[in-house]
Nanobody, 123 residues
Framework: QVQLVESGGGLVQAGGSLRLSCAAL????????MGWFRQAPGKEREFVGF????????YYAESVKGRFAISKDVAKNMMYLQMNSLKPEDTAVYYC????????????????WGQGTQVTVSS
């Protein structure tokens, strides 16, 4: 069973950048879709973006399009979320997640989750 471990969160000023990493341990991600989600205090977990491990371009939520970029290193079993032009409303716990086969925007469709990493953007 694949396990996911996020890292790279922290405190940053508005307009700054952070790069989150997601390491997949204990298995390969072939045939998986990998997603990034976030959850702010008192809010539901929301979709940030996803990427198919085998092929295809990343897809993003409108709220982060043009500012965030998902990439992957297949050889290292790593996925990344580069976050630029951060805003205070981006403050949340960020999670990486995996699901078999087709992509989904819905958190409940994802089978494997990391523990999350806190991102705080100060104004």
């Amino acid at each position: 069973q694949v396990q996911l471990v996020e890292s790279g969160g922290g405190l940053v000023q508005a307009g700054g950048s952070l790069r989150l990493s997601c390491a997949a341990l204990g298995g390969t991600l072939t045939h998986y879709t990998m997603g990034w989600f976030r959850q702010a205090p008192g809010k539901e977990r929301e979709f940030v973006g996803f990427i198919r491990w085998s092929s295809g371009d990343p897809y993003y939520a409108e709220s982060v399009k043009g500012r965030f970029a998902i990439s992957k290193d297949v050889a290292k079993n790593m996925m990344y979320l580069q976050m630029n032009s951060l805003k205070p409303e981006d403050t949340a716990v960020y999670y990486c997640a995996a699901k078999r086969a087709i992509q989904s925007f819905t958190p409940k469709d994802y089978e494997i989750w990391g523990q999350g990493t806190q991102v705080t953007v100060s104004s």
